[in-house]
């Protein structure tokens, strides 16, 4: 074979299969190697969901219920370890967190811990409990917050929320 010319002669091609080995005709360069086969880890790794992310594209896995407007969503307080207080709204509710509205900007950390209280607008339920910061999304001056329960049980161990979450509230 010429150095200059890169064709492989006719002879020199081979094709493996089950059946046997075979010869190719020559079109010209020989193709490309097949890529090298990717090993289990390398795959898991590529077909792997990309890791949640905390800006308020991942949201709580439970069904949301939202509150009813109007003044009759629950209200409440929040503080975080530092001592810093808010007030709330609830704006949403599940089994495993709730939504609420700060009207203001707030930048703590994911994952800080708040001490909630909430009570009803009109009624006698109240609550007070732990719960994570999960995300947050701002519109305007209102801060929504994805807040998770530290206690996952919270709602079945008679929490007034339950009564929120098995209510259709679509009509308020």
């Known amino acids: 074979m010429n150095e200059q010319n890169p ?3 006719l002879r020199d091609l081979e094709l493996s299969s089950r059946e046997g080995r075979h010869q190719l005709p020559s079109l ?4 490309p190697p097949p890529p090298p086969a990717a ?3 390398q795959t898991l790794e590529i077909n792997a969901p990309p890791p949640p992310a905390n800006d308020g594209s991942q949201r709580r896995q439970f069904a949301r219920k939202p509150m009813p407007f109007g003044g009759v969503a629950p209200v409440g307080e929040m503080a975080c370890p530092g001592g810093q207080k808010w007030h709330i709204s609830l704006w949403d509710v599940s089994m495993g967190g709730i939504c609420v509205v700060v009207d203001s900007p707030m930048d703590e950390p994911f994952g800080t811990s708040f001490a909630i209280s909430v009570y009803e607008s009109f009624g006698l339920g109240s609550a007070f409990f732990n719960a994570h910061l999960r995300w947050r999304t701002m ?7 994805g807040l998770e329960f ?3 049980a919270l709602l079945q161990n008679g929490c007034f929320l339950i009564d929120y ?3 259709d509230l679509s009509n308020f």
């Open 7 to 9: 064709l492989i002669p």
């Open 28 to 31: 010209g360069a020989p193709p």
């Open 39 to 41: 090993t289990t880890k």
């Open 139 to 145: 519109e305007a001056n209102s801060t929504y917050l």
């Open 150 to 152: 530290e206690d996952q």
């Open 165 to 167: 979450v098995n209510t």
